[in-house]
């Protein structure tokens, strides 16, 4: 499918930096004019994403938050959250629901559950010692 438009972004793995990086995903497709209920959606996923990053990723240390964003001509919004952190184990289970390995965070281990209620698709790359590169789809409905 062809790619419409497309963005890059990297910021430090600060908590704070989640609103900024639910902004940039807001402001990157509003040219699709998403419902609020979409936009909703695709800041909720990305900023669980971003959350994990910083929390699991580097877990409190410093480190650099990719974002790349594409839209491609049927409307897809495909988002590549990536971290080069402590990476996965066990990426199947970290998927479980109320899995965390934060739990002196009282984390409560839904932010992968959270991703994929919101979005078409989730796909999670990662190499332990590496980092993760979490993959966000959803497709944006055309109510024009």
């Not at 704070?16 to 902004?23: G, S, T, V």
């Not at 695709?42 to 900023?47: E, G, M, R």
């Not at 010692?129 to 979490?134: A, L, Q």
């Given at each position: 499918m062809k790619t419409v438009n497309e963005m890059k972004l990297s910021?430090?793995?600060k908590s704070?930096?989640?609103?900024?990086?639910?902004?940039a995903v807001s402001a990157f497709i509003a040219m699709l004019d998403p419902t609020v209920s979409e936009l909703s959606d695709?800041?909720?996923?990305?900023?669980e994403a971003v959350t994990n990053c910083v929390v699991h990723g580097y877990r409190r240390d410093s480190g650099t938050i990719h974002i790349s964003g594409k839209i491609t001509e049927d409307r897809r919004v495909i988002l590549k959250i990536r971290d080069t952190g402590v990476g996965i184990a066990d990426v199947k289970q970290a998927m479980e629901p109320l899995f965390t390995t934060a739990p002196e965070e009282e984390r409560a281990g839904l932010g992968f559950a959270v991703m994929q209620s919101f979005c078409d698709k989730v796909r999670v790359r990662s190499a332990?010692?590496?980092?993760?590169?979490?993959?966000?789809?959803k497709r944006i409905s055309d109510a024009r």
């Open positions: 910021f430090p793995s704070c930096n989640e609103a900024f990086a639910r902004a695709l800041k909720t996923a990305v900023s332990t010692g590496k980092g993760t590169t979490v993959t966000l789809e």
